[in-house]
């Protein structure tokens, strides 16, 4: 078990226009979500900290209008690019701990995204 | 701070060679988990391995070793016998005892060419 999905697993928008990403736990109760970035052969970059129930804890540098994340349920994570601009086009991936899990992180299989 | 350095940017090898990648890292935390992922093509991450800091036994899984030493604050991981699918970037990546954040190295892109 211990399964993380991603939808869409890629997507293209026109510039100006919001994408929200989902991040599912399959199979299990995901306290902690993370969402990371990760530009053209970089490394990956985390974004955001998502508690269930909670406001998302944002890392420094990182806009928390432009990148909405809510934590709604223990499955469900979602990261909402708002007025996407090209510079925003990069491969997003999150993660999910489990609960009562101290350092296990799920990944889940990444989303592509292209403004255009 | 927690700091992960991968020195090697990329690496290309013949089939069949043995290849180390390298990871140093740097935390004030008594306690931390050290972790190596692959990236295919792909993009999706592949779970490798995870050792914490109590534990220095190296470690092997098939053609997988992992070398960890606290007094240099190394985790290096060798492919013995590479292949042409072992091609992929590798993050060495490093987490606090509470797994708030997981911090990872730039990542070393290995070439195996048959």
């Known amino acids: 078990g211990a399964v993380v999905s991603q939808h869409p697993s890629w997507v293209i928008c026109k510039s100006g226009t919001s994408v929200k990403i989902e991040c599912r736990s399959l199979?299990?109760?995901?306290?902690?979500m993370f969402w990371y970035r990760q530009f053209p052969k970089q490394s990956l970059m985390l974004m955001a900290t998502s508690n269930e129930g909670s406001k998302a804890t944002y890392e420094q540098g990182v806009e928390k209008d432009k990148f909405l994340i809510n934590h709604a349920s223990l499955t469900l994570s979602t990261l909402t690019v708002t007025s996407a601009h090209p510079e925003d086009s990069s491969f997003y991936i999150c993660s999910a701990r489990r609960k009562r899990s101290h350092y296990e992180q799920y990944f889940g299989p990444g989303t592509r995204l292209t403004v255009t | 701070a927690q700091k992960v350095t991968q020195a090697q940017t990329e690496i290309s090898v013949v089939e069949k060679e043995d290849v180390t990648l390298d990871c140093v890292y740097e935390t004030r935390d008594t306690t931390y988990y050290l972790f190596w992922y692959k990236q295919p093509p792909s993009g999706e991450l592949v779970f490798l391995i995870r050792r914490n800091s109590f534990d220095e036994q190296n470690e092997i899984s098939g053609r997988y070793s992992w070398n960890f030493q606290k007094s240099t604050s190394s985790f290096n991981f060798t492919i013995t016998a590479s292949q042409v699918v072992d091609s992929a970037v590798y993050f060495c990546a490093l987490s606090s005892q509470y797994g708030n954040k997981l911090v990872f190295g730039a990542g070393t892109i290995l070439r195996v060419k048959s």
């Open positions: 199979d299990f109760q995901a306290t902690t």
